[in-house]
């Protein structure tokens, strides 16, 4: 198991070899230790590997990610796995704003809480925050889903799209054409599996509230639904 310890190598060899992970490879597991807040660890991983970071981490950490485990051990600063494409990034600690900001895909797991804008245009990528979240989060979230188990800050899902929202606690205030909806089968099903995912399964779909959007700030058509 390669070991890249930041206290005394550059982070840039760290990034690099984390690159350079080829189909086959036997080193697909990696240890960082003392990251002491560097920023952007393990940006745009592009292969099933798993990095396990031992501390916390500055901006940007596990941005751009496909396919890769990522897991800090720690606290996370701005933007923690922005744009992810695919994989899992997990923050055992809390995380600063816009943590998944963009992100396409994958599965971002936060044990504590998250700042302000958490999920802010997301594009496909789905969030569970153990904690809280802050203000302005899911802003013109497009599609995915955004799960939080603490309460969530004023104006939720502000100009929201086709993102579905599932909140078990409070919500200070709505944002523009942010509803409260209807939990159905399909939604208990499916926050049934990401809670799985995540790791939380002591807790029940059927506590949470959905909320989305109210289709009136936008072109919405309903045959079109597939293509949002």
């Known amino acids: 198991m ?3 310890d930041l206290a005394e190598c550059p982070l840039r060899d760290l990034n690099r070899a984390l690159h350079e992970v080829t ?3 036997n080193d697909i597991t990696f240890d ?3 990251p002491r807040g560097a920023h952007a660890v393990a940006v745009g991983v592009d292969a099933p590997i798993r990095v396990d970071v031992h501390g916390s981490v500055g901006y940007y950490c596990g941005g ?3 396919e890769g485990v990522i ?20 923050i055992k600690g809390d995380a600063s704003q ?12 936060i044990d504590g809480n998250a700042s302000s804008r958490c999920g802010i245009s997301m594009k496909g990528i789905d969030i569970v925050v153990k904690g809280n979240i802050g203000h302005m989060s899911a802003f013109m979230a497009q599609s995915g889903s955004l799960v939080v188990l603490g309460d969530a800050g004023d104006a939720l899902g502000d100009s929201l ?13 709505l944002g523009a054409d942010c509803v409260q909806k209807e939990m159905r089968e399909e939604h208990l099903i499916l926050l049934q599996d990401l809670l799985d995912r995540a790791g939380f399964t002591d807790v029940s779909p059927s506590e949470f509230t959905r909320y989305g959007s109210a289709r009136e700030l936008y072109n919405f058509n309903i045959d079109n639904v597939d293509a949002y």
Request: hydrophobic share 35%; no cysteine; net charge positive.
């Open 64 to 66: 751009m990610n496909s």
């Open 32 to 34: 960082v230790l003392n």
């Open 71 to 90: 897991t800090v051990y720690g606290n996370a600063g701005p933007g923690v796995a922005e744009n992810m494409m695919s994989g899992t990034v997990t």
């Open 23 to 25: 189909e086959g490879s």
């Open 161 to 173: 799209y086709e993102a579905r929202l599932f909140v078990r606690g409070s919500v200070k205030s």
């Open 2 to 4: 390669p070991t890249y």
């Open 98 to 109: 816009y943590a998944g900001a963009t992100g396409r895909g994958g599965l971002l797991v």
